[in-house]
């Protein structure tokens, strides 16, 4: 201990801070995508939900499945390989199985056993998507339901995460000085390591705990 002690004394307690710098970003910046994926499976999901009554309407009123699945690709993208598999008389049912891929994208595994039954047994389809749609709102808003009742956790997480910085700014502001030990002595600096390393592992964790709670 005491020869690391030495060591960070030196030349090199810069080089640990910088490291320590790095990692912490590097961390910051993966729960953030974590985030921004969970968020985007969000709106993939609303999308899909808003296709699939598109898609509904536009065969309830007479349009062949071709025409109505270039409409719903207008709508939302990501059906656009789906329908150029109609068009090029493709497998589409494959081609939903492989768009419903995509993170938040899972209604269309219905959808495509919809599509399936209606080509094997010559039944409407129009009936099946609506009640593809419907399963996929119902779906939504049990989402949202879990969210909501995950968003008082994960706000908790991020103020616990929070009050050590609200620490060092009350140190500071009482005329104290622990900045210069944090950043400038070793031991600091291991406190400082040591206590990022578990803000980010408790607010992965709790990420990890709501993930699993939504799937």
């Known amino acids: 201990m005491v020869g ?17 710098v790095a990692a912490a970003v590097g961390a910051g910046r993966l729960l953030w995508r974590r985030r921004c994926e969970s968020r985007l499976a969000a709106r993939v999901t609303s999308s899909v939900v808003e296709v699939c009554d598109l898609l509904a309407a536009e065969l309830a009123a007479g349009r062949p499945p071709g025409a109505a699945l270039d409409e719903a690709a207008s709508a939302w993208s990501g059906l656009r390989p789906v329908a150029d598999a109609c068009r090029l008389g493709g497998d ?14 899972d209604g269309l595994r219905l959808l495509a056993g919809a599509w399936s039954v209606s080509q ?6 129009a009936t099946s998507a609506r009640r593809v749609a419907d399963a996929c709102r119902r779906d939504q808003g049990m989402r949202h339901a879990v ?4 968003s008082s956790a994960r706000a908790t997480s991020r103020l616990v995460a929070g009050l050590p910085v609200l620490a060092l700014l009350m140190g500071t502001g009482s005329g104290a000085d622990p900045w210069t030990f944090l950043l ?10 040591g206590g990022l390393a578990i803000g980010f592992v408790g607010l992965w964790w709790i990420e990890m705990l709501a993930r699993g709670v939504d799937r």
């Not at 690391?4 to 320590?20: K, S, T």
């Open 4 to 20: 690391v002690v030495v060591i960070l004394a030196g030349p090199g307690m810069w080089l640990v801070l910088l490291a320590i």
């Open 92 to 105: 589409v049912p494959a081609a939903l199985r492989l768009a419903a891929g995509t993170p938040g994208a």
């Open 120 to 125: 094997r047994t010559g039944s409407g389809l």
């Open 147 to 150: 969210a909501g009742e995950l």
């Open 184 to 193: 400038g002595t070793p031991y600091g600096l291991a406190c400082l390591a």
